[in-house]
């Protein structure tokens, strides 16, 4: 049978019982794949590398080898939660690695998206190639891939940008969620004991808050934009809109308009709300925001975040719009 194709018989995992058993089968599958070698992992902090990261860390604990890879373009405090929660709580193997610098200075004047995002993830794969380089006896890589992956791809999964590795490094690959949904990923994660938080992250695009801060990105306008997306998503959670909402960010284009501010007029960026749900992301609908919920974020951006003056709403579905700006 194709090792990439779900078995029409597998069980859904939607229980805790049902999660801690495929982790039981897992663990003991990896460790006879394994061995007393080494794996590698990129793990980005998003749902699908955090719950392989902590799959693995049970079956092998430091025999596996985490790499953070922090490109300055991540939302406020995932970076942190990465180191607190692996390298801390889980005693993981984790080289973290702040490329910001490295990253913004090749970013920088560069305005078309694509290109943004070509660059992201090929200098993404040599900081990742780097590290890896580093290292000895490392047989295996793992990934996070997960059956949609497969479904769209029918490859290795883009999105974690360590498809284009060198060839050179020779690894053997590890998936061992490769044949779950999202929603199962979920159920797992948190079976093996991750934070909530961390395993409902909402969808994140590879190029990060990149493809975010539209056109040129500058210090500056990713910085408010950080700080405007962090009132966002802090808002959601208060009034319970975090996961009934399928996703939900802050834009923030190279334009700026006349505002006032301590009576004197100043010229600031304008942020943009952009809240969506869908089921497969071919199509969104737009959410609608209760009016008092909208006012308090507005207030909050506009007075809390420095160098924004405007808030406004995206009422775009999906199409004609995309759920990305760029």
Same mark, same amino acid.
Not at 65 to 94: I, P, T, W, Y
Not at 108 to 122: C, F, N
């Given at each position: 049978?194709?090792?990439?194709?779900?078995?029409?018989?597998?069980?859904?995992?939607?229980?805790?019982?049902? *999660?801690? %058993?495929?982790?039981?089968?897992?663990?003991?599958?990896?460790?006879?794949?394994?061995?007393?070698?080494?794996?590698?992992?990129?793990?980005?902090?998003?749902?699908?590398? %955090?719950?392989? *990261?902590?799959?693995?860390?049970? *079956?092998?604990?430091?025999?596996?080898?985490?790499?953070?890879?922090?490109?300055?373009?991540?939302?406020?405090?995932?970076?942190?939660?990465?180191?607190?929660?692996?390298?801390?709580?889980?005693?993981?193997?984790?080289? &973290?690695?702040?490329?910001?610098?490295?990253?913004?200075? $090749?970013?920088?004047?560069?305005?078309?998206?694509?290109?943004?995002? $070509?660059?992201?993830?090929?200098?993404?794969?040599?900081?990742?190639?780097?590290?890896?380089?580093?290292?000895?006896?490392?047989?295996?890589?793992?990934?996070?891939?997960? &059956?949609?992956?497969?479904?769209?791809?029918?490859?290795? $999964?883009?999105?974690?940008?360590?498809?284009?590795?060198?060839?050179?490094?020779?690894?053997?690959?590890?998936?061992?969620?490769?044949?779950?949904?999202?929603?199962?990923?979920?159920?797992?994660?948190?079976?093996?004991?991750?934070?909530?938080?961390?395993?409902?992250?909402?969808?994140?695009?590879?190029?990060?808050?990149?493809?975010?801060?539209?056109?040129?990105?500058?210090?500056?306008?990713?910085?408010?934009?950080?700080?405007?997306?962090?009132?966002?998503?802090?808002?959601?959670?208060?009034?319970?809109? *975090?996961?009934?909402?399928?996703?939900?960010?802050?834009?923030?284009?190279?334009?700026?308009?006349?505002?006032?501010?301590?009576?004197?007029?100043?010229?600031?960026?304008?942020?943009?709300?952009?809240?969506?749900?869908?089921?497969?992301?071919?199509?969104?609908?737009?959410?609608?925001?209760?009016?008092?919920?909208?006012?308090?974020?507005?207030?909050?951006?506009?007075?809390?975040?420095?160098?924004?003056?405007?808030?406004? &709403?995206?009422?775009?579905? $999906?199409?004609?719009?995309?759920?990305?700006?760029?």
């Amino acid at each position: 049978m194709n090792c990439d194709i779900r078995p029409e018989s597998m069980t859904r995992i939607t229980t805790v019982a049902q *999660a801690e %058993s495929f982790i039981t089968q897992q663990v003991e599958d990896i460790r006879q794949q394994v061995g007393a070698k080494k794996v590698l992992l990129a793990l980005s902090g998003g749902v699908d590398s %955090s719950v392989v *990261a902590a799959l693995l860390i049970k *079956a092998i604990g430091k025999q596996l080898v985490c790499v953070h890879v922090n490109h300055g373009l991540m939302r406020k405090g995932e970076s942190e939660q990465v180191v607190e929660v692996f390298g801390k709580e889980l005693d993981a193997n984790l080289i &973290y690695v702040d490329a910001t610098d490295r990253f913004l200075n $090749k970013l920088s004047g560069v305005s078309d998206p694509e290109t943004k995002r $070509k660059i992201i993830g090929g200098e993404f794969i040599n900081v990742f190639a780097e590290e890896a380089a580093k290292l000895e006896d490392i047989d295996f890589l793992a990934q996070g891939t997960i &059956y949609p992956d497969i479904l769209e791809s029918k490859g290795v $999964k883009a999105h974690h940008n360590v498809g284009g590795l060198p060839e050179d490094l020779n690894f053997k690959l590890i998936e061992p969620v490769r044949l779950l949904y999202k929603d199962e990923v979920r159920v797992v994660g948190e079976a093996l004991g991750l934070p909530h938080g961390m395993v409902y992250r909402q969808p994140f695009p590879g190029p990060g808050l990149g493809v975010r801060c539209l056109g040129a990105i500058t210090r500056d306008r990713l910085h408010a934009l950080r700080e405007a997306d962090a009132i966002l998503r802090e808002e959601f959670e208060r009034n319970g809109l *975090a996961e009934t909402v399928w996703q939900y960010f802050i834009a923030v284009p190279d334009i700026k308009s006349v505002g006032v501010k301590d009576g004197s007029r100043y010229e600031g960026w304008p942020a943009i709300i952009r809240a969506v749900n869908t089921k497969d992301a071919m199509t969104a609908t737009i959410e609608e925001i209760p009016y008092a919920i909208l006012h308090k974020i507005v207030n909050r951006i506009t007075s809390e975040v420095e160098g924004i003056n405007r808030v406004l &709403y995206d009422l775009t579905p $999906k199409g004609p719009g995309t759920i990305e700006w760029e």
